[in-house]
């Protein structure tokens, strides 16, 4: 049996430069990987098989006529809310059974310009709503490390195919954690750009101002590759930043020598499993090792976060879920009498429970009498929390925190109480109300083998600082070179 599905992306580039194999093994040896795991897992929702077998023979052939591409051949898993031209595009949502992508997103189509192969759809919380892919309409995914527990979510198929090396990487998309907690669940690297920093063209949209595309990775320095890629200006957004791209690939240095990392107090105030709280302190001691000084700092309105995300969140979901309506595109209710009745059918039976909680309630927050009550208020909490976070970085270059309260935890445990799936956002979401970046990377198992992922966050483009600080202690750590006991 061949290994070349246990690769990272730099792994897999440099057998291909050296012409010991080449990309359609690769993508044969996934797919292999993929029928042998994926029955156990459900990360998938479709795999394009004889699609990604001739993508992977045209990179080849690129190969020999001489051609570049900085991921020439390099297989990737795309979470099912990114349009990939000529794939479905489903939101793993009965709503849009039988939509195909008639063009690439941005960021999709910057990784097929580098020669990326795009190996299929991975399984997600409907329409991103979700922390642990049990909300999808099809199928739930299991995390790899224990398939009785959760992979995370809304990208829980990414992360899990990740972590099961049936993809070499992945994309996944994260609206309040939706790329970091499930890397952290799941055992792999997971990078959430500040806003504006990718393109949010062609991912189809859950809250506007708060998602992010973002890359889910075997190792910091494949995530600092594919964001190379991914990021930079796009007229196609109005909110992607101008800002020029630096080269992520300089701040990979092997030590936190002239650094300073903050430690949230309030992220340490009791309720989290003990055994997380131990992972993420001694990762940060192994980070002082590394030179690396350690400061306290504050978020003050850190008890705000969740009631202010879920009201900006779900406002946001109301207004773009509209569009869904069986006019245009996906599924169209049978036996409609008249459009209202045909909005009415097709919406009550596409949508899942999660998602029709989400628009009332992002409806109620925008209606007459409420909206200044809840939305505007919600607004002026956010600036607050903006704040907060600008403040802090005063006083260091990057925060270190646990992503999640917990570990993942077993399938169905909090899925008949959302308000606890919530509160489990505590310490994801407050960056996306801020607009600045954070990633997950593996600092540890609990006693029952279970990941536990360090978040590191910085300031609005300070990409290149958490990817110093995950780099250099994945480097010390040694824990993204485990892979699950499958």
Known sequence: MSELHTLGV??????????????????????????????????????????????????????????GGRLLGVPIAVKDVLNVRGQPCGCASRILQGYVSPYDATAVARLRAEGAVFLGRTNMDEFAMGSSTENSAFKVTRNPWNRNCVPGGSSGGSAAVVAADEAIAALG???????????????????????????RYGLTAFASSLDQIGPMTKSV????????????????????????????????????????????????????????????????????????????????????VIATYYVIATAEASANLARFDGVRYGTRAAGAEDPIDLYKRTREQGFGPEVKRRIILGTYVLSSGYHDAYYLRAQKVRTLIRRDFEQAFQSCDAIVAPVAPTPAYPIGEKGGDPLQMYLGDIFTVPVNL?????????????????????????????????????????????????????
């Open 10 to 67: 730099h792994e897999v580039l440099e057998r291909l430069n050296r012409r010991e194999c080449s990309s359609e093994d690769i993508v044969r040896d996934v797919l292999a990987a993929i029928g042998r795991i994926d029955g156990t897992i459900d990360g998938y929702l479709s795999v394009a098989a004889e699609d990604a077998l001739a993508q992977a023979r045209a990179a080849d052939e690129a190969r020999r006529q001489g051609a």
């Open 173 to 199: 998309s994260d609206t309040g954690g939706s790329v970091r907690q499930p890397a952290s669940f799941c055992g792999c690297v997971g990078l959430k750009p500040s806003y504006g920093r990718i393109s």
């Open 221 to 304: 320095r494949d995530a600092a590759l594919l964001l190379q890629v991914m990021a930079g200006h796009d007229p196609h957004d109005s909110s992607c930043l101008p800002d020029p791209v630096p080269d992520y690939a300089a701040a990979l240095v092997p030590d936190l020598k002239g650094m300073r990392l903050g430690l949230p107090r309030e992220y340490f105030v009791g309720g989290s499993d003990p055994e997380v709280e131990r992972a993420i302190r001694a990762a940060v001691e192994v980070c002082r090792g590394l030179g690396a000084e350690i400061v306290d700092v504050a978020l003050p309105h850190t008890p705000y």
């Open 434 to 486: 801020a607009g600045i970046c954070g990633m997950s990377v593996p600092c540890g198992f609990t006693t029952r083998q279970m990941p536990v992922g360090l978040q590191i966050l910085g300031p609005a483009l300070g990409e290149g600082s958490i990817l110093r600080v995950g780099h250099a202690y994945e480097q010390a750590g040694g824990w993204s070179h485990r892979r699950p006991p499958l």
